[in-house]
């Protein structure tokens, strides 16, 4: 038996190694042409019954040609005259059959969301009593002298966070009409009557978008009222009065000696409707409270389209998918028909008497009435989470589908719990300079992910406004795409690929009003768009692959809302900020319970460790989640953080900041914070406090810098670091480890790279053209791998380590350019007629288009080749390349008539070696510019275009145009006096020859 026993752990060696060799090659072979799956895709919007079967074959075989290999469909109204098709006629679903059915024929995933919309789970089916509510209450002051009966007037409604604007006249009717009486209650009059601070936001009457700026990533403040100074309302005091007040709104009671205050407390709708949906579409937002209001609003929407289309296999490729909710843009909920009932199985103690402080009233203290709303807020997000997105989760499963969550904004909840229900987190960030600031969103959705093992990270991507006008092109787009994968996305979903219902002649054609960046068929340069796309399925491929790596895990305080913003000394940069060389990632309460500990370090059952969990400065806990966090001490955890003071809720209070004292003494051994930072051990592991954690700079959590100085002091050295601008993320497997690296900077940069791993030779591939190569100039010292690095203005490149690599001593090192042959010949230039351009012109010299006096070239917008003939004969054996210098803004390359490739950013080269033959060549050069010129030039001519809500008189009689223009669009967006945008190849264009 010993032999046996010996052999057994090397066999399992071995079978491991041919693992995990067989695994990096089949990822280098994929690398260059990956599976669809991984492939980026597109919000897929289409307005208020403009459609058909045509358009949706064109849009999707158009992405199906381009690269795109996924969907989300919604349906809205955004500035477009409605069309023909009713949102859920019978057409409708008909179309979305088609829609879907060819789908699965061309192997496109949809993503479906779960209301009309772009937001929420509603519509006009939705009644009052089945709406998100809120409770309203309204109030009258009595006095035992008073002889006259006591009416009580009907509570308002909230206003609606949006207002009334998208009110039709009889929804707005339902709205007034809808309540429903709760209770009664009566108190002494206090002395004074101060009120809450902000109650509408800590009671859930609303919520503002966080990206607004408008409001704080965490709700929980402490009050600036003194409870000295209040004269507060007792409990004891308090009358329940439910149930004596007449249907005529009298109430049947004589009130005792002195004044009273008497609350009559109702249910009210909270003014939240779909938006922006198709007008057949508008209605109430579904309690999302409540599982019996949810199943009716999905059935009605979801079970018609369910019904309509064939049944949904596991394993299907194309077709529907996956359920989903988008950006939360539904306001606050604070009330449903069993809320009393909940709360009290869930807090334990009877919320009757607190109701005053729904409206500001203060009841005990400042302190209980806090810790009311606390408890209040908790238990609205629990319903939210269980009996909302838990029931969508299992209404998709039910169907073979999956749920994908936008877990922030207006969320009522924490971002972080809500994103934790889904089988796919999903982000959303803005093209930078083109509307809000949402990049909070990446970092909670890459958290959730990681924490949880979700292998797919998608985002909104690129999503604009206004002034974006059809600039952004994928060369513009590079930087900022590197960082969200330097983030932790995973999957771009393009935010809009706009159906384009409208002739083909008519373009740009129709867009989603002043929305998004403008992806879709009717683009300038989208024939030359799949080479971006391959790029970018290329790193989505490999950033699907193993799990990521991060130090630092952050938790957020207890409660809700709540936004995970990490301390801004743990990043670099505004808007698109980069991770520093210590990675981190947020994790909520709910989510910790999962986590142990050993070997020094915080575990997760999906795979995911860190090194430190870092607390929030903060001054409550739960009992329940401070054991928690002194259990994993005391397995091995390093914790960094200052103890908790107090519970912030009512269950079982005093007892429960009792026990909050005696888990702090265990823990931290005392109450009094050291003035100076102090490791004490706590069974195997570590906890470190004192006053220099308090940080004014990072509020809610201690600096980066004296947290990651903890990991330096045991050796542990950054994940990766660098003496030029270069971003990072960090994949591993237990064999292997990939780097995704971007130059952040517009300069070639020669930059001295370490990376935390010494796995293997690293190889260097390129997700612009699939090619892999040794890295022969690296050092090992300290376990870091030392590299040299090229990156020329805003590359990237993968650097892969492995034991399975290689040096490829067949490859050849370029060591430099010997020579270079100037293409500053006569060019001669094809325009396209029908879009304003002379058919052929001659340049002497590379020009700008939009500086040519020619008002064809000056206002062109679409795709010009330039020919030129050249004599190579050169007789060494060198690589041949062609640079093209400066481009605006995409270019397809032909050498004697056969396809070299297609550039879109830097390096502006393509290899000429295997296609060039001594003599005479002919070289073509396809260049795509963008929308902007041509729709300024148009700008000098008569406006034929939508009016008020009609669309012109021209295109709705397939009439003849007499205004001139050349382009047609929904969305006015220049006039005549707008900046021309440089076009054209710019140059200067070179062959160069290197040396091998």
Same mark, same amino acid.
């Given at each position: 038996?010993? *032999? ?10 071995? %079978? ?135 009416? #009580? ?6 206003? *609606? ?9 009889? %929804? ?5 009409? !809808? ?45 600036? #009222? ?18 004596? #007040? ?130 209040? @807020? ?115 979903? !393009? ?43 290329r790193c989505q491929y490999l950033l699907q692959q193993g799990r990521t790596v991060a130090d630092l895990l952050y938790l957020t305080p207890e409660g809700s809302p709540h936004v995970f913003v990490p301390p ?113 051990? &706590? ?20 600096? &980066? ?9 045991? /050796? ?22 990939? &780097? ?7 300069? @070639? ?147 004697? /008539? ?89 140059? *200067? ?8």
């Amino acid at each position: 038996m010993k *032999p046996r026993l010996s052999l057994i752990p090397l066999a399992f060696f071995l %079978f491991l190694a041919s693992l995990s060799s067989a695994q990096v090659k089949k990822m280098k072979s994929e690398f260059l042409t990956p599976n669809d799956l991984y492939k980026p895709g597109v919000y897929w919007y289409f307005m208020d019954g403009n459609m058909s079967a045509e358009t949706m074959t064109k849009d999707l075989e158009s992405m199906k040609k381009s690269g795109i290999g996924n969907l989300i469909f919604l349906e809205v109204n955004v500035g477009i005259p409605r069309g023909k098709v009713d949102f859920l006629s019978e057409q409708w679903l008909q179309l979305f059959a088609h829609a879907e059915q060819e789908a699965r024929r061309l192997g496109i995933e949809v993503t479906l969301g779960i209301g009309p919309g772009w937001t929420g789970s509603g519509g006009p089916w939705v009644k009052g009593k089945q709406s998100m509510k809120h409770l309203v209450s309204s109030e009258v002051i009595v006095s035992s002298l008073d002889k006259k009966k006591i009416l #009580l007037p009907i509570p308002k409604p909230k206003a *609606p966070f949006f207002g009334e604007g998208g009110f039709i006249p009889e %929804f707005r009717k339902e709205w007034l009409e !809808y309540y429903e009486d709760v209770a009664i209650l009566a108190f002494p009059l206090p002395k004074s009557e101060e009120k809450i601070n902000n109650i509408d936001e800590v009671a859930l009457y609303q919520r503002a978008p966080y990206s607004s700026g408008t409001v704080t990533a965490n709700l929980q403040a402490p009050s600036k #009222l003194n409870d000295k100074s209040i004269s507060a309302i007792t409990k004891k005091s308090i009358i329940d009065l439910t149930g004596k #007040l007449n249907t005529d709104g009298y109430l049947n009671w004589n009130p005792p000696a002195g004044k009273w205050k008497i609350m009559r407390f109702g249910s009210r709708n909270n003014g939240a409707i779909t938006r922006p949906a198709p007008l057949p579409g508008i209605g109430f937002e579904s309690d999302k409270f409540d599982t019996t209001a949810l199943n009716n609003h999905l059935d009605a929407y979801l079970g018609k389209i369910l019904n309509k289309i064939n049944p949904i296999e596991k394993n299907q490729i194309g077709g529907l998918k996956r359920l989903h909710m988008d950006s939360w843009e539904m306001g606050a909920q604070n009330w449903t028909g069993t809320f009393r009932q909940e709360f009290t199985k869930r807090r334990g103690y009877d919320p009757l008497r607190y109701y005053p402080v729904y409206s500001g009233n203060i009841v005990g203290s400042v302190s209980e009435s806090e810790r009311f709303l606390w408890d209040l @807020r908790q238990t609205s997000q629990e319903l939210v989470l269980e009996k909302h997105a838990q029931h969508v989760k299992a209404y998709a499963k039910k169907h073979n589908l999956t749920l994908s969550i936008e877990p922030y904004d207006m969320n009522p909840t924490s971002d972080l719990e809500l994103g934790s229900v889904a089988d796919v987190p999903m982000a959303e960030f803005w093209s930078k300079g083109f509307g809000f600031n949402s990049t909070y969103s990446v970092i909670e959705a890459t958290s959730i992910a990681h924490v949880m093992g979700r292998t797919l990270v998608p985002a909104e991507a690129f999503t604009a406004q206004d002034n974006e006008g059809w600039k952004q092109y994928p060369g513009s787009m590079k930087n900022q795409g590197d960082w969200a994968f330097a983030a932790g996305i995973n999957r771009f979903v !393009y935010h809009t690929f706009q159906n384009q219902f409208l002739p083909d002649t008519l373009k740009p054609g129709a867009t989603m009003g002043p929305y998004g960046v403008h992806w879709d068929r009717s683009q300038t340069w989208w024939p030359m768009v799949d080479s971006y796309h391959n790029y970018v399925t290329r790193c989505q491929y490999l950033l699907q692959q193993g799990r990521t790596v991060a130090d630092l895990l952050y938790l957020t305080p207890e409660g809700s809302p709540h936004v995970f913003v990490p301390p801004s000394s743990a990043i670099l940069g505004d808007t698109i900020g980069d991770r520093k060389g210590y990675n981190f990632d947020g994790i909520a309460p709910q989510q910790l319970l999962a986590a142990t500990a050993g070997q020094k370090k915080i575990r997760f059952p999906s795979g995911a460790s860190y090194e430190i969990l870092v607390l929030p400065i903060y001054e409550t806990m739960t009992p329940e989640l401070l054991e928690k966090i002194g259990n994993l001490i005391r397995q091995g955890a390093t914790v960094i953080g200052n103890p908790p003071l107090r519970s912030p809720s009512l269950t079982n209070y005093p007892q429960c900041d009792e026990k909050i004292k005696e888990l702090v003494k265990k823990i931290w051994g005392n109450f009094s914070v050291p003035a100076t930072l102090t490791h004490r051990r &706590y069974g195997l592991g570590t906890v470190i406090w004192g006053k220099p954690i308090l940080n004014a700079q990072d509020k809610l959590y201690p600096n &980066y810098n004296l947290t990651t100085n903890i990991l330096r002091t045991r /050796g542990l050295q950054e994940d990766f670091s660098s003496d030029s601008k270069i971003r990072y993320t960090h994949r591993t497997s237990n064999e292997w480890d990939i &780097y995704f690296i971007s130059n952040t900077t517009p300069d @070639r940069i020669t930059a001295n790279a370490k990376f935390r791993s010494v796995k293997g030779i690293p190889e260097l591939w390129n997700p612009i053209d699939g090619k892999t190569k040794s890295i022969r100039n690296y050092k090992l010292a300290n376990n870091i791998s030392n590299i040299l690095i090229n990156l020329d203005a805003y590359e990237s490149a993968f650097i892969v380590f492995s034991k399975d690599n290689r040096v490829d001593t067949s490859q050849k090192t370029v060591s430099r350019d010997f020579a270079m042959q100037p293409l500053d010949g006569r060019w001669v230039v094809n325009f396209d007629e029908k879009w304003g351009g002379p058919n052929q012109v001659k340049m002497d010299t590379l020009s700008d288009w939009s500086k040519i006096t020619i008002d064809g070239i000056k206002y062109y917008s679409g795709i010009a080749t330039y020919h030129q003939k050249f004599v190579f004969n050169h007789n060494h054996s060198v690589r041949v390349m062609i640079d093209l210098g400066e481009v605006r803004n995409m270019a397809k390359v032909r050498l004697n /008539g056969k396809l070299i490739g297609t550039l879109w950013t830097a390096p502006w080269q393509l290899d000429l070696s295997e296609f060039i033959k001594k003599g005479q060549n002919e070289i073509e050069i396809e260049v795509a510019n963008l929308w902007p010129n041509r729709l300024i030039g148009d700008e000098q001519k008569p406006y034929d275009g939508i009016t008020g809500d009609a669309w012109p008189e021209w295109l709705l009689n397939n009439q003849p145009r007499k205004s001139g223009r050349y382009t047609f669009t929904t969305s006015k967006q220049y006039n005549r006096d707008s900046p021309l945008l440089p076009s054209g190849l710019l140059g *200067p264009v070179k062959i160069v020859y290197q040396i091998e």
